[in-house]
């Protein structure tokens, strides 16, 4: 099981990245390779993201060098969303059918997780977050149809889109992480703007679902130095703390966002304004 560490960069040092050092340091690509798990360890918040893609045969969650445990959950809470076809997860022997865009919160301390497709010529693609945990929050599918929903934006600003709060303090307990999913209404294409920092929290993305061919200008940097990553179908992007994390898509698209820190209050962001970005 292939994990991947990603070291805490200072913002002045990130400023003078060219292209090929912000894509290395910010960038996630390679998620979902069929039969695999591929995880990135990052030191921000020591979030850890990856992609789970079962092929024929079930993948499990393996212990790992990086989080120095006996298994990976001991010390750890998970978050898993299906952004491909039908498919389960077992946590300790209990068996949870995802469908597309279903959620499951896996409680700190489970010993084995499992994954498999329903169908390996439709294989479930399981985007995994996880935090670290010392307290355990019961194990939990939550259905997409289960979120709590906030509208967003507007057609004018073609940033109109649905935020989906799925492991969010008003829909499933847990001890840091919150995770949810944003959808943009067709012709709409710009998410988190007008944009925000939250020093409190670091966050990760993960695009998807977007139009054949079609890329993502995410946004990130500090306010009043900003860069850009252009970013693909089913990649990711880690957001520092000291950045903001916006994007711009050539079509309409959908991500899930995710993040770990002091709080777990959603609404806690210090807003930017347009005046304010450079
Ligand atoms: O479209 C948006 O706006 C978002 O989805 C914002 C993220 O949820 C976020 O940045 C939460 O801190
Ligand atoms: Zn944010």
Sequence with gaps: MPIE??????PEHASMFDTEALRANFLIQGLFVPGEINLTYSHYERLVVGGAAPAGSPLTLEPAKATGTPFFLARRELGIINVGGAGTVTADGERFELGARDV?????GTKEVTFASADAAAPALFYLVSTPAHQ???TRRIAIAEAKRVELGAQETAN?????QLIHPDVCTSCQLV?????LEPGSVWNTMPAHVHDRRSEAYLYFDLAAGAKVFHLMGEPEETRHLVVGDREAILSPPW???SGCGTSAYAFVWAMGGDNIDYTDMDPVTLEMLK
């Design 160 to 164: 109109k889109r649905t935020i989906f």
């Design 179 to 183: 995770m949810g999913m944003t959808q």
């Design 243 to 245: 950045s903001i994390h």
């Design 5 to 10: 560490t990603r070291h805490a960069i200072h």
């Design 136 to 138: 355990r929050h019961a």
């Design 104 to 108: 499951l919160y896996v409680a700190q």
